[in-house]
């Protein structure tokens, strides 16, 4: 059996297996382990996923999605060409490919995985991966929260370090995490969550766009879609670039209309436009740190997450905590490996045997409940407080109101605020209680919140009817028959991997074919015939060596020809050496 771990991320996803006693990153079509979490469809209806998508939202927005993770759970849908897509369905054309780069590393079919979600994600966001899971053709051995999955790997590749609490803070492209988790031998007990599911790296990117837009008298509003993708990517690159111990400033360039607007972007400026972000963080902090019992003693502040490579974030953090963080090693990726040992716990590997760890639950879970007949708006009576530990099972009895009464509803909520309208309705269930006096007859609810964080609602009444449900948003709950049809929709459309044919490069090099002489087009019918090949076979890595050889020689041949017009008539007059090599096979 094959389980793999995968960090399905707003701008990355990776996934990871355990093998031969270590967690192992699952390298891409592209040679690498990021996958960019954005989905493309093509001119012919085909999909493309990953960077080759990521690249065409600066020349095609309209046909691109990236950042849907923050949508998961919610109604949101965009339009691709001319199809609608909901997140979870983008995010399975994600996984799908993933699942085929694990199936061809692996050599065998991978059916399950366990799959980090925020820890701050709901109920709904949960059911929602879950569903993309399925729709790509995995089934959820388990919901991990993406701290939790770090944690274990932290711990698991630092066996020295000392026994202790850390803070964990994942500060990806959309989303922050911070948990405070307890190390002892081989238990990870996560103490306390918090976190905030629109926050990340994407903010700080929008909020240079903004500044940019504002300095250049520029409105962001009237900026083409092309425009705006360029400025976020401009905006993106600049702030990475500040990452690097040896860069100071980055200069930020977009031309729009007949004109070249400029930014140059220096720390002290990145610092200033962070700071609303960085309130925010700090806001998070503060709550986590507010459950004093977790938080008392905490040893080591550990920063996870692509954003938290920017060296403003560490000095914000050493400011608020009087203590410089640490920077895990491979930020981006300690989640996937994490997602990873925790497939390799579900696979019983026996090196993994003695790891146990506890997860909590990130929100209080209650039912809608009124004191008196007098209360205008009901409260949240609470049956499991957040940071409960998973599993957990809690129950309470709530009597009728009034008079004759026949039936009690209940309205289940997931949130912190008093009164549930602040909060997110999960569900309802309503059960017969016998006619009474007010407050003789009842029902019992029994709320239990598995390791995945999800609820399981029972009620039963004094009159002996009993309801049991599993909270599912009905949005996202499907039927059987509703899942075929969708997961029939999603594998109808083909998934072109990123070897993706360079429609331009392969008119040119045609255009060009029919202007040389005899030696140089049997080269360039034998790069053409390179790049075809290995299109055929699928092999992205061989495409891509095959379309540089291809690139070079339209140059070479196109700054010949420009350099010699007779040739361009007769293809004669040129010496055809052969300086550029064909790519080699592995
Ligand atoms: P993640 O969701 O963990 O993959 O993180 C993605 C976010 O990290 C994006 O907002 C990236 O722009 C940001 N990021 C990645 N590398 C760097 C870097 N070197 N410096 C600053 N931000 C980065």
Redesign the pocket.
């Known amino acids: 059996m094959n389980i793999i771990g995968i960090d399905l ?4 996803t990776l996934a990871c297996v355990f093998r031969n006693g270590e967690a192992v990153l699952i390298p891409n079509g592209e040679g690498g382990y ?1 996958t960019k979490s954005a989905v493309s469809v093509m001119e012919d209806g085909t999909i493309i996923t990953g960077r080759a998508a990521k690249e065409r939202l600066l020349t095609h927005p309209d046909r691109t999605a990236a950042s849907y993770k923050v949508f998961m759970g919610t109604e949101w849908d965009t339009c691709l060409g001319q199809q609608y897509f909901k997140p979870e369905e983008l995010s399975a054309f994600v996984l799908r490919q993933i699942k085929q780069d694990a199936e061809k590393f692996l050599q065998e079919p991978v059916e399950e995985a366990v799959i980090s979600v925020p820890a701050y994600f709901n109920d709904n966001q949960r059911c929602a991966t879950k569903l993309a899971a399925q729709l790509a053709g995995l089934k959820v051995s388990r919901l991990i929260n993406e701290p939790s999955a770090a944690a274990v790997y932290y711990r698991w590749s630092n066996p020295d370090a000392e026994d202790g609490k850390l803070m964990i803070v994942d500060f ?3 989303t922050l995490d911070v948990s405070i988790v307890e190390c002892f031998d081989n238990i990870i007990e996560i103490l306390c969550i918090a976190g905030d599911n629109h926050l ?3 903010d ?2 929008a909020a240079i766009a903004k500044h940019f837009c504002e300095v250049n008298h520029l409105s962001q509003t009237a900026l083409t879609p092309e425009e705006k993708a360029a400025l976020m990517r401009q905006a ?1 690159n600049a ?2 670039a500040l ?1 690097e111990p040896e860069t100071d400033s980055s200069l930020i360039k977009l031309p729009a209309g007949e004109k070249e607007y400029m930014l140059n972007l220096d720390r002290e400026l990145l610092a200033k436009l962070c700071e609303p972000v960085f309130k925010r963080v700090e806001k998070v902090l503060r709550r986590a740190l507010e459950n004093k019992k977790a938080a008392r003693g905490i040893r080591r502040v550990v920063l996870v ?3 938290s ?2 060296p403003v974030f560490h000095d914000f953090l050493e400011k608020l905590m009087s203590a410089r963080p640490v920077i895990a090693a491979d930020p ?1 990726k300690i989640v996937a490996l994490g997602a990873g040992v925790c497939a390799g716990i579900k696979e019983r590997r026996e090196e993994l045997q003695d790891i146990v760890m506890t997860d909590v639950c990130p929100f209080s879970l209650g039912v809608a409940t009124y004191n008196s007949q007098i209360d205008r708006e009901p409260h949240m009576a609470v049956l499991i407080p957040r940071s409960s530990m998973l599993p957990v099972s809690h129950s309470s009895r709530f009597y009728t109101l009034h008079d004759g009464q026949e039936h009690l509803r209940f309205e289940f909520y997931q949130g912190e605020d008093y009164f549930v309208s602040g909060n997110l309705k999960l569900g309802e269930l309503k059960v017969r209680v016998p006619r009474g006096i007010a407050g003789s007859q009842w029902a019992e609810v029994v709320f239990t919140y598995d390791i995945n964080g999800i609820l399981h609602v029972g009620v039963e009444s004094s009159g002996g009817d009993k309801r049991e449900t599993v909270i599912l948003n009905p949005n996202l709950h499907l039927t059987d028959e509703e899942m075929k049809e969708a997961m029939e929709r999603i594998n109808s459309i083909r998934l072109t991997t990123e070897a993706h044919r360079d429609e331009q490069l392969f008119a040119q090099a045609l255009s060009l074919y029919e202007r040389l002489g005899d030696e140089r087009r049997a080269a360039l019918s034998r790069g053409l015939e390179l790049y075809c090949g290995a299109q055929d076979a699928q092999d992205i890595i061989a495409v891509r060596r095959a379309e540089e050889y291809l690139k070079e020689l339209v140059e070479r041949f196109r700054e010949e020809l420009s350099q010699d017009p007779f040739a361009q008539l007769y293809g004669l007059g040129m010496d055809w050496d052969e300086d550029t090599e064909e790519p080699e096979d592995e």
């Open positions: 991320g707003t701008s990355n990021l990806g492209g959309g990340g790296g994407d700080i990117d993106e702030k990475t990452s997450g692509g954003s490579r920017m981006d």
